[in-house]
């Protein structure tokens, strides 16, 4: 295929919306949105397993949520990190680095 | 936290599903107005964003299918709409689900009954406290030829001083004492026990006090104690019954107690519990008189207990004198060891092998209610082969359509399962109230969790089984050439009858060890009622126990003379012809001693086998019913001067003097000490152990002896009447006996009236209850398995109208086609009964122990139950088949 790949890499989408959401409190579309802009178009978020992770992240205490009205006065649900949640992203960001720097020097290694 | 937080938003959403499903709905909406207005704001057009972001979303259904498929109540939600649509389905077809749940009922039902009776009997430990420390001591005696021997008096005292493994040693009796002072004399159960008893077994009295040593000595008050049932029949329950005097058997007892009402011993009615009141100075080494129990300390296996009591069976003789007239190595020549058995193996006996059988039989049951069941769902399934095929070609994932499938199988095994409950519950209570009386522990039996977890499981179970096969069948991916072959193929593919043919083969061929399990059974029982039990017309003898305590009378010549008082009352009441009296009734055993004979000299220091001692009133054979195959009776004059005579059984007389008649004139005694007695009879066999034992070599006795066992005067007070009348059982001769016996002395109450039919009868429970059970499981064996056989046939005979249509056009006559079709049915059902007489053959062995003068593999038996199943199977072909002559060619080739 000629397209580049722009899927979340497999098993960090949550730690991204957890990241995002760390930030400041947002909507699912304003996630999604954010995700691409920072990554530069890397990473496309696939709307259904976005919102199927808040779903999950929301029932795992991570993230609470309530709707609200958005500055363009639209009715949106509006994800917030809650002190687990907190928690859970510097756990996660913390092995993330640890795994990233092993496959660093393992590529290195390697060439 | 977070498992909480799960289960409380899933159950949440579960409860309001509907609004849980609007949130993600709004969610989806919301995010998509977001888009829109994002790429709005990029400067496209607001249909052209719209477009755009609907785009990007692909599907907004299939982001809210997936994002409400998140979450472990979807699984349940969905699994529960499955179940509805699986109920509906049932629902629709009402004579399926009907004939299926009832089937499955049957099979799970009698499961669940014989299950709970397992359940009661044998894998529920005993209600007393770590029930499993409890033994029974029991004993053999190799060298004096006695399997099972019972607690001597010395060796309670020895184990009791001596022993390294229990925690209480305690001795029992079960006895009668007759209460009078009240207003009716009354015989009553008691229980004589050694003040450890009821220590041993973990029970206390809930009133008063227990016994303590003192209450063993002869010296001491009497004391009893009362269950709860007489405390509270007879004292309506007053708490201040504690120290009233009672008399029993002519003597005040003083109450110290009261049992509580879970108190039970061994399935016995117990109304009082009395001291042993054993003298220690007075016991001699040949003591063997009661039950030994004992609770094992904490840790102490039988093994380890076994190799105590043989150390301390060393130590008895040590400890006590040998009895007079035994010779002083009789210790060492019996070889006395331990046999102790855990308490609960001693109260069922041998019962298990029995009931294992009958659970195999109920199993065999259940299958083939399942295989019946399962033969209609693929009948169901083949009907709605069509649906399926569309549905999997439309992208239904086989593993859907399977669940669909194993949820109808299960739906009918919940059905099936509750059902059944109910009809076990209704079994339970029929077999209950149906007084199995040799049926240990049967008041134990009920419906308890581990039955409702066994009845849980094999409904699951049978469910899955039932549904694994359409599923195998019908939810595979190959399903597409089902579309093909449509409707309107011309007559069915062999391979889609296959499963249901083998199906009914195994119904056929299961039926076929059952019914021959029952044709064992009916033969045994047979047999059995055609063996001369050594009495005749058991219904025409009533029976009851008189005792005449030494406190009433107690010359033991007047006792005599009064027993024969009552006899010659008895023996005037209208319509009776013969009245005698005896120690032990027949079937109910006598003592067990060895017998010496004068001319058979014995090797010294060896003790000869143990016979069966009964005594006897003149006239007890001509009243039972015994032939007197040599010799003569004994009269009354012999009886009252005590001349020392006896009277033997045949086999005795054959296994020692090789003849009857060269019997008559020998000599014989019990123990070295008494005087010889001269055999002036022989008697026929008595089967005293049973109809299905060896007749027991017996030795009877004068009711008044002198110099007998080692005794001056041998006197028998407590015996039975035997009374030949035709109304025996009726209540008429009951009042007209307790006035006959009040006449005499009006402080002599009848004890356990009974004919000797029931006696008879009660021999044969076993083998009666296991029969009537085996025949149950039989015929609806026979019932589902020729049920199966029409089913198939009549679905065949419907599912190849135009076939037959055809064949009618063509000229075919109507007995060829009807006879295709029984021709099918009979090779179904010999291929089935070929396999069942195999599996019979097999299986049957396991019956063994029950059966009675029948081979397991009796060849009439098989040939019989083979040829009724056959000629049955034909019969059951035969009326579908019938159907096929009715079908009218123009209709059926019109059709569709």
């Known amino acids: 295929m000629d397209e580049l790949n722009t899927d979340v890499i497999q098993g960090t989408l949550d730690m991204l919306i957890l990241k995002t959401l760390s930030l400041e409190p947002m909507h699912g579309f304003g996630i999604a949105r954010r995700i691409e802009q920072i990554s530069r178009g890397v990473f496309k978020v696939n709307p259904g397993s976005l919102l199927t992770a808040l779903q999950r992240l929301e029932r795992g205490g991570w993230l609470d949520a309530e709707w609200r009205r958005t500055e363009n006065s639209r009715r949106a649900k509006v994800y917030k990190l809650t002190r687990a949640g907190k928690k859970q992203l510097s756990n996660q960001t913390a092995d993330w680095s640890r795994r990233t720097s092993a496959i660093a020097r393992l590529l290195k290694a390697e060439g | 936290m977070s498992l909480w937080r799960q289960l409380a938003r899933g ?15 709004d969610e989806v909406e919301s995010y998509l107005e977001q888009a829109t207005a994002a790429l709005e704001a990029s400067g496209l057009s607001p249909d052209e964003a719209r477009r755009r972001a609907r785009l990007e979303l692909s599907s907004a259904t299939a982001v809210r299918e997936q994002v409400r498929s998140y979450g472990w109540e979807n699984v349940i939600a969905s699994a529960l709409s499955d179940l509805r649509y699986a109920a509906r389905r049932l629902g629709g077809n009402s004579g399926f689900t009907t004939i299926s749940v009832l089937t499955l009922a049957l099979g799970i039902g009698a499961s669940t009954a014989i299950f709970s009776v397992i359940e009661g009997v044998l894998l529920k430990p005993l209600s007393y406290p770590q029930s499993g420390q409890i033994v029974a001591l029991r004993h053999t005696a190799p060298g004096i030829h006695i399997d099972d021997l019972n607690l001597a008096a010395s060796l309670y005292f020895t184990y009791s001083d001596e022993n390294r493994v229990f925690q209480d040693v305690g001795m029992w009796q079960a006895d009668t004492a007759s209460v009078t002072g009240v207003a009716q004399p009354e015989e009553v159960p008691a229980l004589l026990v050694t003040n450890r008893f009821l220590p041993v077994l973990g029970v206390q009295p809930v009133l008063g006090r227990q016994f303590t040593a003192s209450d063993d000595d002869p010296k001491s008050e009497r004391a009893v104690i009362l269950s709860n049932g007489y405390w509270k029949s007879h004292f309506g329950g007053d708490r201040s019954v ?87 190595n009789v210790w060492a020549t019996a070889r006395i060891a331990p046999r102790l058995r855990l308490l609960k193996d001693v109260l069922v006996g041998d019962i298990g092998k029995t009931l294992w059988m009958l659970m195999g039989t109920v199993g065999i049951v259940l299958l083939i209610a399942c295989a019946n069941v399962a033969n209609l769902l693929l009948v169901r399934a083949d009907g709605r082969r069509q649906e399926l095929a569309v549905r999997a070609a439309l992208g239904a994932g086989w593993g859907r359509i399977a669940r669909e499938l194993l949820l109808e199988s299960l739906l009918l095994g919940a059905a099936g399962g509750g059902l059944g409950l109910a009809l076990a519950y209704g079994a339970l209570r029929v077999l209950r109230a149906s007084g199995v009386e040799h049926l240990p522990r049967v008041h134990e039996i009920s419906i308890d969790p581990a039955v409702l977890a066994f009845t849980l499981g094999i409904s699951l179970v049978a469910s899955f089984l039932l549904g694994l096969i359409p599923v195998f069948k019908y939810a595979r991916p190959q399903l597409s050439n089902a579309l093909g072959s449509g409707g309107r193929s011309i007559s069915q593919s062999k391979e889609r009858h296959r499963a249901r043919s083998i199906l009914v083969v195994v119904q056929v061929a299961l039926a076929v060890v059952l019914l021959v399990g029952s044709g064992l059974m009916i033969r045994t029982f047979q047999a059995l009622r055609h063996i001369d039990p050594g009495f005749s017309h058991a219904p025409e003898l009533e ?27 008895i023996e005037s009441i209208a319509g009776v012809s013969a009245v005698a009296i005896t120690s032990n009734l027949p079937m109910e055993g006598g003592s067990g001693d060895p017998v010496y004979a004068e001319d058979q000299t014995a090797q ?13 009133s003149p006239g007890y054979f001509s009243t039972t019913g015994a032939r007197l195959i040599a010799g003569r009776d004994l009269t009354w004059a012999e009886t009252y001067n005590q001349t020392p005579l006896a009277l033997v059984s045949e086999n005795m007389a054959r296994e020692l003097w090789h003849d009857p008649r060269a019997a008559i004139g020998k000599r014989i005694r019990p123990t070295l000490k008494d005087d010889w007695r001269e055999v002036i009879g022989v008697v026929a066999d008595l089967r005293d152990e049973g109809v299905d034992q060896k007749a027991p070599a017996i030795v009877y006795w004068p009711l008044l002896q002198k110099n007998f066992e080692s005794s001056p005067t041998y006197v028998f007070r407590n015996v039975a009447f035997v009374i030949r009348t035709p109304r025996a059982g009726s209540l008429a001769l009951l009042q007209d006996l307790q006035k006959a016996v009040a006449s005499v002395n009006s402080n002599l109450p009848l004890a356990d009236v009974k004919t000797l039919e029931s006696v008879y009868d009660r021999s044969l429970a076993r083998t009666s209850f296991t029969l009537v059970l085996l025949a149950i499981a039989g015929g609806m064996a026979l019932l589902l398995g020729l049920i199966g056989i029409y089913g198939v046939i009549s679905y065949s005979v419907s599912q190849r109208t135009r076939e037959i249509g055809i064949r009618l056009a063509l000229g075919a006559p109507l007995q060829n086609v009807t006879g295709m079709f029984v021709r099918h049915g009979m090779v179904l059902s010999g291929v089935g009964v070929a396999f069942g007489l195999t599996g019979a053959l097999a299986l049957t062995r396991l019956m063994k122990s029950v059966l009675f003068d029948v081979s397991p593999s009796d060849p009439l038996t098989y040939v019989e139950v083979s040829a009724a199943l056959v000629l049955a199977a034909t019969l059951a072909s035969y009326l579908p088949a019938r159907k096929a002559t009715k079908v009218d060619p123009v209709e059926a080739l019109r059709a569709e």
Do not use: W, Y
């Not at chain 2, 042993?276 to 840790?299: E, H, M, T, W, Y």
């Open chain 2, 11 to 25: 159950l949440h959403a579960l409860a309001n599903r509907r609004a849980a499903d609007q949130d993600i709905a």
């Open chain 2, 242 to 328: 504690l120290g009233r005097r009672i008399l029993l058997d002519g003597n005040a007892h003083s109450v110290v107690g009261v049992m509580p009402p879970s108190f039970q011993f061994m399935d016995r009615q117990v109304s009082l519990l009395l001291p042993l009141r054993i003298n220690r100075v007075d016991i001699r080494l040949i003591s063997f008189c009661c039950q030994g129990i004992a609770r094992l300390k904490p840790g102490v296996t039988l093994t380890e207990a076994n190799a105590d009591v043989t150390r301390m069976l060393a130590l008895a003789p040590a400890k006590f004198a040998v009895n007079p007239g035994f010779s002083s």
């Open chain 2, 543 to 569: 029976t009851l126990h008189i005792s005449i305590p030494e406190s009433q009378v107690s010359e033991p010549e007047r006792a005599i003379r009064m027993e024969e008082e009552i006899l010659r009352k």
């Open chain 2, 604 to 616: 010294v220091g060896t003790v000869p086998p143990i016979r069966t001692l009964k005594f006897v």
